[in-house]
């Protein structure tokens, strides 16, 4: 998580608090050490960011620090709620804890009456959809493919065939029942499209392909023009 993004995290987290909470708390909301909030907050009190407490203390956000209101009409409120709760069908717990600080966001910086139809909205979602594998750590994947970095996973294809494969990860698809992960197959030269599900194990490379991952995107892209054909 960006430094920036985090800022507005922790501000985001004190607003919802009505009492002192601790920095070790915060930390392990945003999954960072209870140092970096020590700084974080030493940064936003310096932004004159009203935030009161100290270090072994803990920390209180000072009443009348607001965020500028959003306008959503009703169609608007019901498309937000039925995107976020879709999430839930990709199996990717990462994104649905994603979601549900989306909505706590909004739901904040909306009028009243549009947090309620956000929280309490009339369309649902089914809960049916995709079984990740509990080994594979889908947050992780997804930096890789953001940060361009290489990864080698243990693969076993459709024919029960085991492969040790080094990829440069650049997509995933989400489909009803199965999450597609997209990537330059060094061992095939090629494209190919790997189930997360059959994936046994994945390692993370300390290799970037970063100078070359929009070009590989790009060609990707054009490729789907002509050959949409899914390879597993």
């Given at each position: 998580?960006?430094?920036?993004?985090?800022?507005?995290e922790i501000i985001q987290l004190?607003?919802?608090?009505?009492?002192?909470?601790?920095?070790?708390?915060?930390?392990?909301?945003?999954?960072?050490?209870?140092?970096?909030?020590?700084?974080?907050?030493?940064?936003?009190?310096?932004?004159?960011?009203?935030?009161?407490?100290?270090?072994?203390?803990?920390?209180?956000m000072r009443s009348g620090f607001?965020?500028?209101?959003?306008?959503?009409?009703?169609?608007?409120?019901?498309?937000?709620?039925?995107?976020?709760?879709?999430?839930?069908?990709?199996?990717?717990?990462?994104?649905?804890?994603?979601?549900?600080?989306?909505?706590?966001?909004?739901?904040?910086?909306?009028?009243?009456?549009?947090?309620?139809?956000?929280?309490?909205?009339?369309?649902?979602?089914?809960?049916?959809?995709?079984?990740?594998?509990?080994?594979?750590?889908?947050?992780?994947?997804?930096?890789?493919?953001?940060?361009?970095?290489?990864?080698?996973?243990?693969?076993?294809?459709?024919?029960?065939?085991?492969?040790?494969?080094?990829?440069?990860?650049?997509?995933?698809?989400?489909?009803?029942?199965?999450?597609?992960?997209?990537?330059?197959?060094?061992?095939?030269?090629?494209?190919?499209?790997?189930?997360?599900?059959?994936i046994g194990s994945i390692e993370?490379?300390?290799?970037?392909?970063?100078?070359?991952?929009?070009?590989?995107?790009?060609?990707?892209?054009?490729?789907?023009?002509?050959?949409?054909?899914?390879?597993?």
């Amino acid at each position: 998580m960006a430094r920036s993004d985090r800022l507005f995290e922790i501000i985001q987290l004190l607003r919802r608090r009505k009492r002192v909470v601790t920095a070790q708390w915060i930390a392990e909301q945003l999954e960072v050490t209870p140092r970096t909030i020590y700084r974080d907050i030493a940064a936003l009190q310096a932004m004159r960011v009203p935030i009161e407490g100290e270090v072994g203390v803990g920390y209180l956000m000072r009443s009348g620090f607001d965020l500028p209101p959003l306008t959503f009409d009703a169609e608007e409120v019901e498309a937000i709620s039925v995107g976020l709760s879709l999430l839930t069908r990709t199996g990717d717990r990462g994104l649905v804890k994603a979601a549900t600080r989306v909505a706590w966001k909004i739901a904040d910086v909306v009028p009243q009456h549009a947090a309620r139809q956000l929280v309490g909205s009339q369309s649902q979602v089914s809960s049916y959809g995709i079984k990740l594998p509990n080994a594979i750590d889908m947050p992780r994947l997804r930096r890789a493919i953001r940060e361009s970095t290489k990864i080698r996973i243990a693969y076993t294809n459709s024919k029960g065939e085991k492969s040790l494969r080094t990829l440069k990860p650049i997509a995933i698809f989400y489909y009803v029942e199965v999450a597609l992960l997209v990537a330059w197959c060094e061992m095939r030269s090629d494209f190919r499209q790997f189930r997360i599900d059959r994936i046994g194990s994945i390692e993370h490379l300390d290799a970037s392909f970063s100078k070359e991952a929009d070009a590989l995107r790009e060609k990707w892209l054009k490729s789907l023009a002509i050959s949409p054909a899914e390879r597993f």
